[in-house]
């Protein structure tokens, strides 16, 4: 154990002691800097008017902040890149006299981050060695000699130059879908514009309850980046209160961060324990107390880079993990959630299951966030728009839609999951389930008896003769049977998913005289039902355990 | 060694707090059960208890969380706002990242 004491004093940086010989800054903070230095360090480091113009209001909306600012020449990769003895040189505090305020310092190439930290740091001592200028040759052929007010200057032009890199990457992928016509995508376009258009803000943090969250880091929201636990439980949290905000019955769930999976991997399942406890106990004593909720669902951080999701189950005493990439849950979390349940929520006979579809409400909060999440920019943040920009923005906010589908798109990074043929989606019943198997068993039979299919993208131009939709598929307005209380409703049968009429289909179509998944089913990829088969053979599986996971395959394939 | 042999107060005996003087002890716990003990005023903002903290263990403060009683620390805490009391505990977690199919 580690054990080390940090006093008072010790957060103070340096001597916290105004010492005059020290003049002022030397990157430390002096406790009692007398007023006369701080005005004048105020003074010094202020910009004019004229410049301060030049650069980007912070209570500038994204959208305007993005549209507006002249700030885009900056590439941030320079900024990451090591320190090169020549920035040392280049840049320092020289004795000539400031040149006048030049017009194209927007031109002048910005300083990266740890030459700025640098200036700051010499900047005092420089001062009262009599410097007054900051002597820029890193362009030979225009050396510059700035007033030293340039220092704040450059810290705000590098921050805001490297800010616009971020929106800007987030207002290309969402134009990447603007030719997509399709009526959800529009009016989630149309309201995610209208509120990077009226949020006031476009760097450092966002602040109205979201703690660590960033402008920045919810300009990653919009694209296929890797998302931070800030950003997850930001949306966890925002999900939650409309939630509870717009459905009184989901007051029976509760919701948990991505701490708490953490918490209980690191063994905090009991009071004894201590370790971490703390992050477990408030749900402990939600879900012991008179009204508990029905369940518990939390996003689960899967290392190295990866997002999941599991769900509680209280009254059916089951823990259901749900992952995209059909991993295996982990099993030391399982087993201590276990003990928590045991021990401090009294549960007995616990199933641990994998069949949480990966796309559900819960599961899929991660896979969201690579969807235009308009619920996470929509709610509390706009009502800081709203307050803002004095109320002008629509007060029919875009809340929560669950049942919406969503796209799910891939990480490249992660893996390269194709969406293969596209389909009518599919709904059927638990009791459905036989009879679908069924038909995979029929289709083998018949796609043996054939000689091999031509290439998808040939077959899908001859849909027609193949049973195949030849459109691509809507986005269905129905909700998802892994969503929330509404009942499912059963799809038209189209009659292009009848294909054409041969004597295998004709016997499988004729067979029940009501609507059986084979007549509403879709024409389903051989190696989805392959992924089916195998997912039901592993036995184990109570049929409704297999029906959710079924579902969860075909609407990881978008066929549901 | 223990913290006695070290010569270190210990967190029952040695480091109480000081009347008068506002000031308490929290202990920042990491999710491997490494301990970092803090004495500091009520008044202290905790980012400078953050900052002090990544600098002890060489860690970009951005890139830990600090929670206490589960919740995360605002830039802006102080342990009066929080209404923390002698010896209480502040837990730290590491950054999370990931991304999905």
Redesign the interface.
Known sequence: MDDYIIDEEDLQHGNPAWNPSEWIACGRDYKDLPTYVAVEVERTRRMPLEIESLLPSLLQSPAGFHMQSNVSAWNPVYDAAKEEISDLTDITFDSMEPAFITADLMEVSLLRSSTVQHLHKDFGQAFLDGKRSIWDARDTNNIHFFRLWYLSYAEYARQAALSWHTWDKAMAWMMEHHHNEEPEECIWRDRTFALLASMAGWSGRVGCGFIDLTFEQLAAILGDNWLSDTVVDALVQDISTHLKTCDGASSDILFADTFFATSISGGAATDSDHMGYSLVAKYTHLLTSSSPPHSLSFPLHSPPVHWAGCRIDIPKARIQFGDSLRKRHPKALADQLVVWLEKNIGLKNIQVTDDLPALTAVSLLPMRLHTPSSEMISGSLATRARTDTGGKLDTDMPFIDLDVPTDARVHPAVIDVKMRDVCQPAAFEETDLTALLKSFEDEDTDTAARTPSAPKKRMREHAGDEGVPTEKRKKSTHPTASTRSEPHTKPVVKDNLKGPPTAKRDTSLMAPPKCSPLSRRPNIPYDVQQEIKDSVRKGGQSDSAKHDHVVGILIKWSLY | MS?EE?G??TQDND?KPEEGNN?INIKV?S?T?????????QS?KLI??Q???AS?VGKDVNSI?F????V????DDTPATLDMEDND?I?V?V???????
């Open positions: 913290q070290q270190l107060p480091v000031t716990v999710s059960g490494e301990e970092v003990f803090f004495k500091i005023k202290t400078k208890l900052s002090a903290y002890k969380r929670l206490y009683d589960g995360r620390i605002n830039d505990t837990d977690m950054e999370q990242v990931g991304g999905t199919s």
